[in-house]
């Protein structure tokens, strides 16, 4: 009964961690088991009856008879003597089986006891949290922010399990207070000596992609496939998607009417600007709606090394490439090229300075259009030793200027 007793009191950890009484058991006699191996270095001896209706545990160490004085291993062998109290007929060589009581072992095996439990029943717990969040791997979880901390968030399931969103996930612009709802996609999960790490993020494509497949019905369905996503986090995307049903069209599907089926997933990112385009197999074509909202006059491809050159009207080059870049480093990642620009001109055809704020200082551009040059023919006909008699400009400034200036002429 004692045992029962000892055992009731560990049944608090059922109750704490959500654990079944028979799992609770078999821990229990594993925990059990490991103080036995500890205490006499061998628990072979020994059988443990756990009944988990009654939550009893039965504990029995078989031991053999010897001659009072033969005893070489206190734990395998009895000395005749000994067993006669517990059975009068036992004889030498035969096998005693007696009850071992947990309060008998000592108050400091129970204690190692419970710890070893206590360490077992986390270790099962950490097991099932960290299976449940593998299978998870790249599915969106809503969770609730308990801790705001410089350089992660924390946010707790509806388990209470922890969850992590570090700074490098998050969106620039995303502001977070304790209490606040977060959705997330689970991006790893790791083990940290045995406790399971869950790390989110909402900077991932991944998270863009499960978003649509959560606010538009078509990709949930299925008769919408994202193919590919690309994202500067909280700046821009761009996805490429593709419908199996002729008779749906994919993009217009996935905006809506004046963008009313996107808007929400724009929201939820910060108000990133999402480009989505129409996915084909055509090399050309794809890339050429990537670079929307620039219409390109010329393409050519070089697929042995991954590169595109790509030739535009010299107002349509600074669309191509987009604000500090973002628009053509998405389209090459989408499409898995490396683009270039180049600006197609006529023979006779002039070039606007401001065309090349890519590639010349703006303050450079001031000092030449301060002059009258608003354009590169302008420019490049006047001398190098004009041009810096009426600027404050170095000749070598100039020269690198002309140079750029007139490769764009030429091609």
Not at 34 to 57: A, M, S
Not at 186 to 192: A, E
Not at 236 to 249: L, M, P, Q, W, Y
Request: hydrophobic share 35%.
């Amino acid at each position: 009964m004692e045992n029962s007793l000892i055992i009731d009191s560990f049944s608090e950890f059922k109750d704490e961690k959500n654990i079944d009484r028979v799992t609770l058991m078999a821990i229990i006699e594993e925990a059990f088991r490991n103080q036995l191996k500890k205490k006499y270095g061998d628990d072979e001896n020994f059988d443990i009856i756990v009944n988990p209706d009654k939550g009893d545990l039965e504990i029995w160490r078989n031991r053999i008879i010897v001659g009072d004085g033969e005893v070489e291993d206190e734990n395998t062998e009895i000395a005749l003597s000994e067993a006669l109290r517990i059975e009068p007929d036992f004889e030498i060589g035969e096998e005693v089986s007696e009850e071992v009581k947990l309060l008998d072992l000592g108050r400091r095996f129970v204690l190692a006891f419970r710890q070893n439990l206590v360490q077992k029943i986390q270790e099962h717990d950490n097991g099932i949290i960290y299976k449940k969040y593998k299978d998870l791997e790249g599915e969106i979880l809503t969770g609730e922010i308990h801790h705001v901390r410089p350089r992660a968030v924390i946010v707790y399931d509806d388990d209470q399990n922890e969850l992590v969103l570090p700074k490098d996930q998050q969106i620039p612009s995303d502001f977070y207070r304790k209490g606040d709802t977060l959705r997330a996609v689970v991006k790893d999960v790791d083990l940290r000596g045995s406790k399971p790490l869950v790390i989110l993020s909402r900077t991932s494509p991944k998270f863009l992609e499960k978003l649509f497949e959560q606010e538009i019905p078509e990709v949930f369905d299925g008769l919408i496939v994202v193919k590919n996503c690309v994202r500067e986090p909280g700046e821009k995307a761009k996805v490429a998607v593709e419908s199996f049903d002729d008779r749906i069209d994919p993009v217009g599907a996935c905006v809506g009417m004046k963008g009313s089926r996107i808007h929400s997933i724009v929201r939820e990112l910060g108000n990133e600007n999402i480009d989505v385009i129409n996915y084909t197999a055509n090399t050309q074509l794809y890339i050429q709606r990537a670079l929307s909202p620039a219409k390109i006059t010329t393409i050519n491809i070089d697929e042995e090394n991954g590169r595109a050159e790509v030739f535009l009207k010299p107002d349509q080059v600074s669309l191509a490439i987009g604000k500090r870049g973002l628009n053509i480093k998405l389209a090459g990642q989408l499409t898995g090229y490396e683009i270039d620009v180049y600006r197609d001109v006529d023979e006779n055809e002039d070039v606007e300075l401001n065309e090349f704020a890519d590639e010349i200082e703006g303050w450079i551009l001031d000092e030449l259009k301060a002059i009258g040059c608003d354009t590169a023919r302008s420019v490049l006909e006047l001398s190098v030793e004009e041009l810096a008699s009426r600027t404050d400009l170095e000749e070598e400034t100039i020269e690198e200027v002309r140079t750029i200036l007139r490769s764009e002429l030429e091609e």
